[in-house]
């Protein structure tokens, strides 16, 4: 079957000196794999250029449900990228996201209200002029929402431990090991409350900065029941800001 769709470039691998394998987040399904063959060649459709990580197109393909890998015969931008290419934290950022939407979205599930989110937060990467640093934790915890295991938040939550196990802020200390301390539990019960407008309203450092992170990738683990959620990008994340 052939139809047009939008989609969000995840992931590509070298398939042979002239083909290779792309992931793609279309609108219209799950994540998809797609061969496609001769690319940067003089009469391709598709350019390298074309797939950079969380770049917005709009494709026409071909789905077989008989084939694991499907094939794209034409591809062109959708929502151009201003920044994120030429800004370095930016373009850290979209890789460590494209990372992790490539690890934990499935194949085959439709989902068009996470699909208009991740639309909506790349436009807002790209556009973003102030507390670019925290743009990806912010992110993390909004993803947590349209995921399943949003975090449990009361007004009276600041102060508190963070229960990465059951998702919840607590005054007391946890009884088992799978909690933040009080200090960091603050900073993501104020992370929770910031949108992308407002993202240079917590001033953090390096060490800060990367130990959320780190904590937020623990809880993505234990609730995506994975043994861990390990990105090769957060290294590059963590050098950024020392």
């Given at each position: 079957m052939q139809f047009k769709t939008k989609g969000i470039i995840l992931h590509h691998v070298k398939y042979s000196d002239s083909s290779i394998i792309v992931t793609i987040y279309p609108e219209e399904y799950g994540r998809?794999?797609?061969?496609?063959?001769?690319?940067?060649?003089?009469?391709?459709?598709?350019?390298?250029?074309?797939?950079?990580p969380l770049s917005i197109v709009s494709m026409e393909v071909t789905h077989s449900p008989k084939r694991?890998?499907?094939?794209?015969?034409?591809?062109?931008?959708?929502?151009?990228h201003f920044t994120i290419p030429f800004d370095p934290i930016k373009n850290s950022i979209a890789l460590f996201?494209?990372?992790?939407?490539?690890?934990?979205?499935?194949?085959?599930?439709?989902?068009?209200?996470?699909?208009?989110f991740l639309e909506e937060s790349i436009g807002k990467l790209d556009s973003c002029a102030k507390g670019i640093g925290n743009f990806h934790l912010v992110f993390l915890i909004n993803l947590t929402k349209l995921l399943g295991f949003e975090p449990r938040i009361e007004s009276d939550n600041e102060n508190c431990y963070?229960?990465?196990?059951?998702?919840?802020?607590?005054?007391?200390?946890?009884?088992?090991?799978?909690?933040v301390e009080r200090e960091f539990g603050q900073m993501?019960?104020?992370?929770?409350?910031?949108?992308?407008?407002?993202?240079?309203?917590?001033?953090m450092n390096s060490g800060q900065r990367n130990k959320i992170?780190?904590?937020?990738?623990e809880y993505y683990s234990i609730h995506?029941?994975?043994?861990?959620?390990?990105?090769?990008?957060?290294?590059?994340?963590?050098?950024?800001w020392h």
């Open positions: 998809v794999a797609y061969l496609v063959h001769g690319i940067n060649r003089k009469k391709s459709n598709v350019r390298a250029a074309l797939l950079l694991e890998v499907q094939y794209i015969k034409e591809i062109r931008v959708s929502q151009p996201i494209s990372e992790l939407l490539y690890k934990i979205v499935r194949h085959g599930e439709k989902d068009v209200v996470l699909f208009r963070f229960d990465l196990l059951n998702g919840c802020f607590e005054k007391e200390k946890p009884t088992h090991s799978q909690f993501l019960y104020r992370i929770s409350r910031l949108d992308y407008d407002c993202l240079d309203a917590l001033p992170l780190s904590s937020i990738l995506l029941h994975a043994a861990s959620v390990s990105l090769r990008s957060v290294e590059v994340l963590q050098e950024l």
